[in-house]
């Protein structure tokens, strides 16, 4: 339901636009209420629930719509996927909202979480484009503004409507509230010539209690997980690929088991600090986050059951025009031993290997550790299946690169 306290009534809507903005939509809404506890910024936060109220929305006409579709028997089973997914990208909009009242409500975060979010947390800010702005007016192609920086606008808030997905085609207005990624320097630059004003970022607390640290390393890590999950996710619908969901289904598996780490590491760090209450919050942060990764599971639901993808569904995602590939490096390729940083993976494909994973050991076992996001000095070796996300022609760039095949038709 809206939570805003307006009506939501039928009306034709195109479902695929609905879901690709679902889609969208859940997936900024991970990034801002990480970003949030990491600034301890209430405006964030509000950005979070706003948005969360938004998909409350989208949610609610895209079942309607099904709803209307579903004439007999066979659209009733070819439709049920369909509502998995939109229920997934619902939950996680609810997880996001649950993670920005932490910070809202004060509910209480130790130092530790926010000394160890930067590592994890790409640098976001929110801007708002001041009247006079060397940006207002002008479109992100014309300014130039990530090929100079190095900074993406991923998000425009504009009065009461959203632009998830701008491109170097929307022009910024004075009075818009822009969220900022990218490296630090660059933010700071493109912050400046948003508002007028200098980027001052915030100082991460020294982390102190060693089980503490323990229990944040285990959130952390479960949101790189989370977040690669939902990425994988998104990929085995677009590609109609089961393997590809039941990576999705093992690693839902490892953020259950670091959840149970953390609440043991919790339990005894609750022991030694003056104000046990005050660890509430991160019960909620890493609650929440196993929600992701289960909802990650429900958007791969249909592949996994063998009911496949509806071609709504799979237009939907692929209408952010981004793909994500499961390539295995082969013995002598000009991948096999070299670091990803060597490489310059990003910058000769577009691609951006989000996780690595490692052989089975010599009994066969199937696949090894996970190297989630994986960063410049990570090797690539003979044997290793990684994961990218990027566009189709810079799959297919890797794919040459790996000495690997890559197929759209097959996920990989």
Not at 86 to 102: H, P, Q, Y
Not at 228 to 244: E, I, N, P, Q, R
Not at 348 to 367: F, L, Y
């Amino acid at each position: 339901m809206d939570r805003t306290g307006g009506e939501v009534t039928y009306e034709p809507v195109s479902v695929k636009a609905v879901l690709s903005e679902m889609k969208d939509t859940a997936e900024l809404l991970i990034d801002l209420s990480f970003s949030a506890v990491l600034n301890g910024s209430d405006d964030i936060a509000r950005e979070v629930l706003d948005l969360e109220a938004r998909m409350d929305v989208l949610q609610m006409r895209a079942r309607m719509s099904l709803l209307m579709a579903a004439r007999n028997p066979e659209d009733a089973e070819q439709l049920a996927p369909v509502l998995g997914v939109v229920g997934a990208a619902e939950k996680i909009s609810d997880a996001a909202g649950d993670i920005a009242k932490v910070v809202l409500e004060d509910i209480g975060l130790p130092d530790a979480m926010r000394a160890a979010l930067p590592e994890a947390v790409e640098t976001l800010v929110r801007a708002e484009v001041a009247p006079d702005s060397q940006l207002a007016g002008r479109t992100l192609g014309a300014a130039n503004v990530e090929t100079e920086t190095g900074v993406r606008v991923i998000a425009i808030h504009r009065g009461d409507d959203w632009i998830t997905n701008p491109d170097r085609d929307t022009a910024l207005e004075a009075g818009d509230t822009v969220l900022l990624r990218g490296p630090d320097d660059g933010i700071a630059e493109v912050y400046r010539w948003a508002t007028g004003a200098d980027y001052e970022p915030p100082e991460p607390p020294e982390p102190g209690i060693e089980d503490l640290e323990r229990a944040v390393d285990s959130i952390v890590l479960m949101k790189n997980i989370s977040e690669l999950a939902v990425d994988l996710a998104y990929g085995s619908v677009l590609f109609d690929s089961a393997a590809v969901a039941e990576e999705v289904v093992e690693l839902e598996a490892e953020v259950d088991a670091l959840q149970s780490r953390f609440e043991a590491w919790t339990l005894r760090a609750a022991a030694r600090v003056e104000d046990p209450v005050s660890l509430r919050g991160l019960v909620h942060l890493a609650n929440a986050t196993e929600v992701v990764s289960d909802a990650a599971v429900e958007i791969s639901e249909g592949v996994l059951r063998g009911l496949g993808t509806h071609p709504v569904v799979e237009q939907a995602v692929e209408e952010s025009d981004e793909v994500i590939v499961r390539l295995t490096v082969a013995p002598g390729s000009e991948f096999d031993g070299v670091t990803l940083g060597a490489r310059e993976v990003k910058t000769e494909t577009g691609m951006r290997v989000i996780a690595v994973r490692r052989p089975g050991d010599d009994r066969g076992e199937r696949g090894g550790d996970w190297v989630i996001q994986p960063g410049p000095d990570t090797e690539l070796r003979a044997g290793d299946v990684f994961i990218a996300k990027g566009t189709r022609s810079g799959a297919e760039r890797l794919a040459e690169l790996t000495g690997d095949e890559y197929s759209a038709e097959s996920g990989r």
